[in-house]
């Protein structure tokens, strides 16, 4: 039988037989997690309320509605992929009424405030040298200030005291140069006590910092609290609550740190971590549930599964109680959604992958899954075509730009 396609020509049996094996797994699993189809790859998702916002590699970011998957809003201007967003909720006062902005983060360097009802551009802001990794806001201090990371190693601080007024660059306060690695994740806990507000950052060494800010006579000042190692290789995610921090890394492990007070350093005391003994693939996300019972830790990997961990016993005694074949390329966020039907609420679990989609899961389904979630996935290495457009071993060469692990 003759062919007009040649590009099969030069593949080995070998090679054809994990195509065969993409292409199933690809029927397969179209219509697990009520997939949302974005037309670029999601690198960042936060949901809020019904709403699932993501940053992507199409230069863009995107707000969407989880019940109907719909496009609400899309925000353009940024010249290479978004990395990272955050949100700033400004409270209303007796002059203006309360606004609702985003801050986003890309390759071009260049970090952007977003009017989130109107879609515009407020303002823009370059001073990293290198791509942006990671965004997040403080505004529990007198004065909210804005933290980024990137892969120049450097933090740095903003104030946003005049950035709802002017469309100039934020003003930079503060340059943090500890990290020798690219700077891969921010976090903040609560003030203190003390007024301090507490962020960590991960980098791609494996290195956690723990950092304290306050305001002294209208000054900014920032001092370094500790530094842990806890990681082999590049931090992924990070989460933390009043009980801790947890961390995520391509070492394959998840750590939990725990925290005596809220005014102490973390203490990694609940080690050695249990999820490193099964040996699981390389974790991109993290999504902790202490306020179920029992107590949950849901990770999302490398391999394109989510899995449910028991956390009933403590952190230090997670045991794995499912495995989810959840996308169709590695997975790269995890987020609770509290959906309300009728008055009715229910814990679902937003998930977002390289395979550009965003997929919508009830809780009570992944912990008992229907049979088609049952069903284990076929083995599969590179070589299929991933919905999109995207090869297996492109997406692995993205999520590995995404962690700059060397």
């Not at 070998?14 to 179209?30: I, M, S």
């Not at 203490?267 to 390389?282: D, I, R």
């Not at 229910?346 to 979630?373: F, K, M, N, Q, Y």
Request: net charge negative; hydrophobic share 35%.
């Amino acid at each position: 039988m003759q062919t007009n396609d040649s590009s099969n020509l030069f593949k080995t049996d070998a090679q054809l037989e994990k195509e065969d094996g993409r292409a199933l797994k690809l029927e397969r699993t179209k219509a697990l997690g009520d997939p949302i189809k974005v037309t670029s790859r999601p690198l960042a998702m936060e949901v809020r309320g019904d709403e699932c916002w993501t940053a992507e590699s199409g230069f863009s970011l995107r707000r969407m509605n989880l019940k109907t998957g719909k496009t609400l809003q899309l925000y353009k201007g940024h010249t290479g992929p978004v990395t990272c967003l955050a949100f700033w909720d400004v409270p209303a006062t007796k002059e203006t009424p309360a606004r609702h902005l985003m801050f986003s983060g890309s390759w071009d360097k260049s970090i952007r405030l977003w009017d989130t009802e109107t879609a515009t551009l407020v303002s823009s802001t370059t001073t990293h040298t290198d791509f942006l990794k990671t965004i997040l806001v403080l505004p529990h201090l007198p004065h909210p200030l804005l933290v980024t990371g990137s892969s120049d190693k450097a933090i740095h601080i903003f104030s946003l005291t005049s950035a709802l007024t002017s469309p100039e660059a934020l003003p930079l306060l503060k340059t943090l140069k500890t990290h020798t690695r690219p700077v891969t994740k921010l976090v903040s806990a609560l003030q203190t006590e003390r007024g301090e507000v507490r962020f960590y950052s991960g980098d791609s060494l494996g290195r956690i910092v723990v950092w304290e800010v306050k305001e002294v006579d209208d000054q900014v000042v920032v001092k370094e609290v500790e530094r842990l190692v806890e990681h082999k290789t590049v931090v992924t995610d990070l989460w933390v609550d009043e009980e801790g921090i947890w961390s995520s890394s391509a070492d394959t492990s998840a750590h939990f740190h725990s925290l005596t007070s809220p005014t102490s350093p973390p203490t990694p005391s609940a080690l050695p971590n249990p999820l490193t003994t099964y040996a699981t693939p390389a974790i991109h996300a993290l999504l902790p549930l202490p306020h179920l019972t029992p107590p949950l830790l849901l990770t999302g990997s490398s391999d394109e599964h989510i899995r449910i961990w028991d956390l009933s016993q403590g952190e230090s005694s997670a045991r794995m109680i499912r495995e989810v074949e959840g996308h169709c390329a590695e997975v790269m966020g995890l987020r609770r959604w509290v959906r309300e039907e009728e008055g009715k609420k229910e814990e679902w679990v937003v998930s977002s992958g390289l395979d550009g989609t965003i997929r919508r899961w009830r809780l009570a389904d992944l912990l008992i899954p229907p049979p088609e979630l049952e069903k284990k996935a076929e083995e599969s290495e590179e070589g299929g075509l991933l919905d999109g457009g995207m090869t297996e071993e492109e997406a692995r060469e993205l999520a590995e730009l995404m962690s700059d692990e060397d």
